[in-house]
């Protein structure tokens, strides 16, 4: 069974950090694109950016770039994004998603999510 | 960036009906374009991805179709548990969005 397991959400003040985690199992991680994904609350889905299976390529929504950094250990199954110079707006549930193969822009299996909130 | 309008923003229906909901990109995605479905309190779950093919586990009366820059989710016969917010997503060269939604609601 597929299972995606975020972590390391919570209360941060504008323009601090946070590094969240997403441990997987039940298939073959290296074999797999990963993504996060986010939801603002009571608004839509925002995808946040993407790692290819081997960690040749990254992408990442415009509003992002230079503050966020996605990476993975696939020694640990495991995906991190790391979020700097936060802003009020990044407050949100970021959810984990795991590629589908052979369309890794689309999202098979996802996490349960974890809030993130930046308030002072 | 591809933006995409889901109508109607709202949908009342009733259990039994047939559901059609639409999704249209501000260019051609060809037909890199799927569907998901997200309760209250859950993560979005796949439904259908590359404009027509159902995710693993998803009932036959969910169908996808278009190509291009009009994309249509039926949902032929609506069952009580497909009551829920439903989204369109693009994977154009990486720079993937999502369409606003469509809330499906029991009339």
């Known amino acids: 069974e597929v299972q995606l397991l975020e972590s390391g959400g919570g209360l941060v003040q504008p323009g601090g950090s946070l590094r969240l985690s997403c441990a997987a199992s039940?298939?073959?991680?290296?074999?797999?694109?990963m993504s996060w994904v986010r939801q603002a609350p009571g608004k839509g889905l925002e995808w946040v950016s993407t790692?290819?299976?081997?960690?040749?390529?990254?992408y990442y929504l415009d509003s992002v770039k230079g503050r966020f950094t996605i990476s993975r250990d696939n020694s640990q199954n495991t995906v991190y994004l790391q979020m700097n110079s936060l802003r009020v707006e990044d407050t949100a549930v970021y959810y984990c998603?795991?590629?589908?193969?052979?369309?890794?822009?689309?999202?098979?299996?996802w996490g349960q999510g974890i809030l993130v909130i930046v308030s002072s | 960036e591809i933006v995409l309008t889901q109508s109607p923003a709202t949908l009342s229906l009733s259990p039994g009906d047939r559901a059609t909901l639409s999704c249209r990109a501000s260019?051609?995605?060809?037909?890199?374009l799927a569907w998901y479905q997200q309760k209250p309190g859950q993560a979005p779950r796949l439904l259908i991805y590359?404009?027509?093919n159902r995710a693993t586990g998803i009932p036959a009366r969910f169908s996808g179709s278009g190509s291009g820059t009009d994309f249509t989710l039926t949902i032929s016969s609506l069952e009580p548990e497909d009551f829920a917010v439903y989204y369109c997503?693009?994977?154009?060269?990486?720079?993937?969005?999502f369409g606003q939604g469509t809330r499906l609601d029991i009339k």
């Open positions: 997503q693009q994977r154009s060269n990486w720079a993937i969005t």
């Open positions: 039940g298939f073959t991680f290296t074999n797999y694109a």
């Open positions: 260019q051609s995605v060809s037909s890199y």
């Open positions: 590359d404009a027509s």
């Open positions: 998603g795991k590629g589908r193969h052979g369309s890794s822009g689309f999202f098979d299996y």
């Open positions: 790692i290819t299976d081997n960690s040749d390529n990254t």
